[in-house]
């Protein structure tokens, strides 16, 4: 699972564990939410959309369920965890 930076004035990254089908949008202001059973296409206009910010604000948060992850928790920090690993079995030794 990769974070990917996105253009936005409120959201600086997302990332999406396809497995688990979680979304995960760090807000600046606000810190990380993970939103639950989110199908892959959902993630797939989030990056494609315009605004971020208004396709979160209108097809994720009243979609879908969410728990705020706190700032600095192992479940935020395993989101490093998993990019970092998937970026070292990607680069060849």
Do not use: C
Not at 24 to 46: I, K
Request: charge should be neutral.
């Amino acid at each position: 699972m990769e974070k990917v930076p996105v253009q936005s004035k409120g959201i600086e990254w997302v990332a999406y564990d396809e497995e688990a089908q979680a979304l995960f949008v760090h807000f600046g202001s606000s810190g990380t939410y993970r939103y639950f059973d989110v199908p892959p296409a959902t993630y797939a206009w989030l990056l494609r959309a315009p605004s971020k910010g208004k396709f979160v604000n209108r097809l994720v948060k009243d979609q879908y369920r969410y728990e705020r992850l706190e700032s600095g928790s192992k479940q935020e920090a395993d989101v490093d965890l998993l990019a970092l690993l998937e970026k070292s079995l990607k680069e060849p030794r």
